[in-house]
């Protein structure tokens, strides 16, 4: 084939395809969702499970493009994207919105939640809990559709950890928001805040000790590789918001805004149990890739004194909430004394 013939060739094929994607962008709607983990994550379990449900439910006439970490950018940016309405939907951990939306800050207080997840899960989907926050994102140009838990979070480091004394001049990696440099310098560690991206390099030259992240994170983002303890402590589940751009929201017909809420019900219930099967297998593969690594898991005794040294955060919790936070505070706590009588819970 001549030099003529190949670029004759690559000509058609390209507008043919570019026809082909023009009809077909003019056929379907496109409803664009960022994650902030990777494919495989329980975040990607659930934007592709809400995918499958609106594609259903639309009968094809919506698409569901999911767009995992790493393709648009941090946290932050994606948080900017759906603002601006470049995106309809996204991931937002109070970990990072929380510098946005301070009075989330709320979820990530220690100690607070039950020791049962199911009582944690139904505390924040209760319709007073879920209507206040949604008053708050709305007040930033977001819709708050749901909350979910990704499961309990744990401590890596190069050192164990058993008393607050042992976070002592750990550099340790959290989150954004400014809350939780509170809540672990209040146990006496020096923390960092990184964005997601940035941590595996970080504990791999050594410039922090340890971080915190549920397990199926720490498998699939190799933080075991790189960290010589897991350290389950209890202190808080790690919650993702669900959110879209207000305006879009608001601009949804009768019909799209019954498939949103069916899909957003029909997704909460599958990726509950989604993840905690990912934590527990996950914690399995990671013992199985790295036996050498230790897990501690604190008793009741040892993690006493860091529920009393994280009293304090709780007890401040106006410095970074405001006063919008301490009833987001309130109504939680009120909403945990209703429902944990309730739990058959045996840790
Ligand atoms: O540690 C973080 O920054 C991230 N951790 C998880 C499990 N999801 C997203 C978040 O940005």
């Known amino acids: 084939m001549n030099w003529k013939r190949i670029r004759r ?11 082909g994607g023009c009809a077909q962008t003019q056929d379907v709607e496109i409803w664009r969702f960022a994650i902030e983990e990777t494919s495989g994550s329980v975040q990607d379990v659930y934007a592709q499970t809400f995918k499958e449900s609106i594609e259903r439910r639309s009968e094809g006439t919506i698409e569901v493009k999911v767009y995992p970490y790493g393709t648009l950018g941090t946290s932050d940016q ?18 990072h919105i929380g510098k946005l ?77 400014p809350l939780l440099l509170n809540a672990y310098s209040a146990y006496g560690a020096s923390p960092t805040p990184l ?23 720490i498998e699939e983002m190799s933080f075991y590789e790189v960290s010589d303890y897991l350290i389950f402590a209890y202190e808080s589940p790690f919650y993702a918001t669900v959110i879209s751009n207000r305006e879009f929201y608001d601009s949804l017909d009768e019909a799209r805004q019954k498939w949103l809420d069916e899909a957003i019900t029909e997704t909460d219930e599958i990726i509950f149990r989604k993840q905690q099967k990912f934590n527990k297998e996950r914690l399995d593969l990671i013992l199985e890739k790295r036996p050498e690594i230790e897990v501690i898991e604190l008793n ?15 007890e401040r919790f106006e410095d970074y909430g405001g006063s919008g936070g301490v009833e987001m505070l309130r109504l939680i706590q009120a909403e945990v004394e209703r429902l944990q009588h309730k739990s058959h819970f045996k840790p």
């Open 195 to 217: 964005a997601y991206s940035e941590v595996y390099s970080a504990l791999q030259l050594k410039m922090v000790d340890g971080q915190v992240n549920p397990i199926f994170a």
């Open 78 to 95: 994606l948080t900017e994207l759906l603002h601006n309405g470049t995106l309809e939907f996204a991931m937002a951990s109070p970990g």
């Open 300 to 314: 009741s005794t040892e993690l006493q004194p860091f529920r009393e040294a994280s009293q304090q955060v709780l």
């Open 101 to 177: 939306i301070p009075e989330v800050q709320v979820l990530l207080l220690h100690y607070l939640f039950t020791p049962d997840e199911e009582v944690n899960r139904q505390v924040l989907n209760s319709e007073k809990v879920l209507s206040a926050f949604d008053a708050l994102y709305s007040a930033k140009g977001f819709k708050l559709l749901g909350i979910i838990s990704e499961g309990w979070q744990v401590w890596t480091a190069d050192r164990p950890i058993r008393t607050p004394a042992d976070f002592s001049g750990l550099k340790f990696r959290v989150m954004t928001s």
């Open 9 to 19: 060739l690559v000509l058609t094929t390209l507008i043919l395809w570019g026809l």
